[in-house]
C-alpha cells in the first residue's frame, strides 16, 4: 500500500466538524501530521479527510468499511489526493492504523471494518495478506526503508505478539454471524416485500465490460433465487450524471432518484464519477462501495424497531471494468457483495465460514449468507400474526388480536366451533390491505356456546386466498353470568 499512496502520514486528529454538501451534511477530519513517511507533507502541517457518511434531518447513508477517526487520536494512514485536490484513504478503512498502548508498548492496530473490508485477487490471483497488529516504532521504520527502496515488504519484521481481535461479532442480530450497516440498532431494512425493488444502472454500462449489464441482470437473478423473500427487478438504464457539488450520490442523487423513480430504487453507477473512491493501483484498491440511504422512521420486524430503506446504491470505481470483466465470475460476485450492501446487509466474518459476504472474493452465495437474508427478509406471509387471544367477560367473550404487517389483507372471518370441531363464520371485520405497522383488531361475541367454544381466524386476500390462524379456546362450563 505504501508504494501505491501520495503519502503515508502519521497524524492526530486535532478537530472534526460537519459541513452541508447540499442537502446532507459531511463530516470532515482535520488532520496534523506528525510524522510523513514520503516527501511533500511537512511535519506539523494539516490536511483533512472527509469520509462516506451522508446524513440530513431525513436520511442517512453509511458505506461498510468508511473511514471514521476519533478527536485526539492517533492513526497511520496511506492516503491518496484526487483531481479536486481532496485527500483520500487508499482502500477506506482497510489498512488505516490506530495508535493504542499495551504495556507502555505503541502498538497500531486495524480498524475491524478495515478487517471486513471485501478483497478481491489481484489480476496474477494473489490476495492481500491478512491484517495484524503492529510494532509502531519497528513498522514506521520498516515502511520508510520500504518507500526508499532499501528494503523488500516483510510482515514478519514489525508484526506484534498481540494478536488482532475483530471486535465485530460482539453486536450481531439473529442469526449470531451476521451484521447491518448503521451499527448501532436500529438497523436499515427494506421494509414492503414483495413489492417489487428496481435496479438502475449507467447507460452502456461499465465502460471496461462489454458485459457488464449482462452481468447485473445475472446478480440480480441471483440473489432473487437464493433469497426467496426478495424481488429485486431490472428497472433499466439510468441518465444521471452528478455534477459532483455533493458527491455522486448526495443531494442531487436523491433528487433525481425521488423525481424519476420515487423512494425505492437501487442505483448503480460506474467509473466513480466524482473522484470519491481512491483509483486502482494496477488492478488493487477499492473495486466498488455498496450502501443504503435510510428514514429515520422505524417499522418492526421480528419485535425489533428498524429504519425504513428509501435509497440503494453501487459505485464502482474507474478501471474495474478492464481489470476484472474477463476473470471468470469475479465481477459477477463483487456485484451480487455490492447490491447485498444495498439491502443493509454487512459481512460475514471469515472465521464463520465461507459466504459470498466474507470480505475476501469471491465466493457464490452460500448456506450462512442464506441465513441471514432469510432472517431479514423471509418471504412475507399475507399477515404476521403476533398475538390471538379470547376471554369471557360477563355475557360475550370478548377475541382480539394483533398483526406486525400485512399484505393484500381484505378482511379477517371469526369463525367458532363448539365440541363438534365444525366452524361456523360468526362476523367479520375489514383488513388493513397492506401494512407494515402493528394493527389491532377486536371482536365480540356476543351468543357464545355452553361449554368450551373454539375459535381462530379466516384471513382472506383480496384474490380471495384464504389462510387460518391457529385455534384459541374459551371455556363458558358454568354458563353466562346474569
Known amino acids: ?34 510524522e510523513s513517511l514520503q516527501p ?34 492517533t492513526y497511520l494512514l496511506f492516503l491518496q489526493q484526487n483531481e479536486k485536490g481532496d485527500w483520500q484513504p487508499l482502500m477506506l478503512s482497510y489498512g488505516a492504523l490506530h495508535m493504542v498502548k499495551k504495556a507502555g508498548v505503541e502498538l497500531l492496530v486495524p480498524f475491524d471494518l478495515g478487517a471486513e473490508t471485501h478483497l478481491l485477487k489481484t489480476a496474477s490471483g494473489l490476495l492481500a495478506e491478512p491484517l495484524v497488529v503492529y510494532d509502531k516504532k519497528a513498522l514506521l521504520d520498516h515502511l520508510r526503508k520500504v518507500i526508499l527502496g532499501e528494503e523488500n515488504w516483510d510482515q514478519e519484521k514489525v508484526k506484534s505478539d498481540t494478536p488482532f481481535q475483530n471486535d465485530l461479532l460482539q453486536e450481531r442480530a439473529a442469526p449470531s454471524h451476521c451484521t447491518y450497516l448503521g451499527a448501532p440498532a436500529p438497523y436499515p431494512r427494506w421494509n414492503n416485500f ?27 437473478s441471483d440473489l432473487n433465487t437464493n433469497y426467496s423473500g426478495l424481488n429485486l427487478t431490472d428497472g433499466g438504464t439510468h441518465n444521471f450524471t452528478p455534477d459532483c457539488s455533493s458527491g455522486a450520490n448526495g443531494s442531487q442523487f436523491t433528487n433525481f ?36 440511504y435510510w428514514f429515520f422512521a422505524t417499522h418492526t420486524w421480528d419485535g425489533m424497531d428498524w429504519n ?56 457464490n452465495i452460500q448456506t450462512l449468507d442464506i441465513e441471514c437474508l432469510d432472517y431479514t427478509y423471509l418471504l412475507a406471509l399475507p399477515v404476521e400474526l403476533m398475538s390471538f387471544s379470547g376471554q369471557k367477560e360477563g355475557k360475550k367473550v370478548a377475541l382480539a388480536w394483533q398483526t406486525a404487517s400485512e399484505i393484500n389483507n381484505d378482511r379477517f372471518v371469526v369463525e367458532r366451533a363448539g365440541s363438534d370441531g365444525i366452524f361456523y363464520a360468526i362476523g367479520s371485520i375489514e383488513g388493513a ?30 384474490d380471495g386466498t384464504v389462510n387460518y390462524s391457529d385455534q384459541i379456546v374459551v371455556d363458558n362450563f358454568k354458563g353466562l353470568e346474569a
Not at 486535532?14 to 482535520?30: D, L
Open 1 to 34: 500500500m505504501a508504494s501505491n499512496s501520495q503519502a503515508v502520514v502519521l497524524v492526530e486528529v486535532t478537530a472534526k466538524n460537519n459541513r452541508m454538501e447540499g442537502t446532507f451534511f459531511r463530516e470532515y477530519s482535520t488532520l496534523q501530521i506528525l
Open 308 to 363: 425504513n430503506g428509501a435509497y440503494g446504491y453501487v459505485l464502482v470505481n474507474n478501471g474495474v471494468g478492464a481489470c476484472y470483466c474477463a476473470s471468470g465470475s469475479d465481477y459477477d460476485l463483487m456485484m451480487t457483495h455490492e447490491l447485498t450492501h444495498t439491502l443493509g446487509i454487512g459481512h460475514i466474518a471469515p472465521g464463520e465460514g465461507v459466504a459470498n459476504m466474507n470480505p475476501s472474493c469471491c465466493n
Open 433 to 462: 390491505g397492506n401494512a407494515f405497522q402493528t394493527n389491532h383488531y377486536y371482536f365480540d361475541d356476543t351468543n357464545p356456546l355452553p361449554g368450551s367454544n373454539y375459535y381462530r381466524l379466516q384471513q382472506v386476500d383480496f
Open 194 to 220: 414483495p413489492t417489487a425493488l428496481p435496479t438502475y444502472y449507467t447507460t452502456g454500462g461499465d465502460p471496461g465490460c462489454a458485459s457488464s449489464i449482462t452481468k447485473i441482470q445475472g446478480a440480480l
Open 257 to 292: 432518484v425521488d423525481n424519476n423513480y420515487g423512494q425505492r430504487s437501487i442505483t448503480i453507477q460506474f467509473d466513480d464519477p466524482c473522484s470519491e473512491i481512491a483509483d486502482l493501483s494496477g488492478c488493487s484498491g477499492t473495486l466498488a462501495v455498496g450502501g443504503l
Open 40 to 73: 511533500g507533507l511537512e511535519q506539523g502541517s494539516f490536511l483533512e479527510i472527509k469520509n462516506l457518511h451522508k446524513w440530513n434531518d431525513d436520511l442517512e447513508c453509511m458505506i461498510w468499511g468508511d473511514l471514521t477517526l476519533e478527536a485526539g487520536e
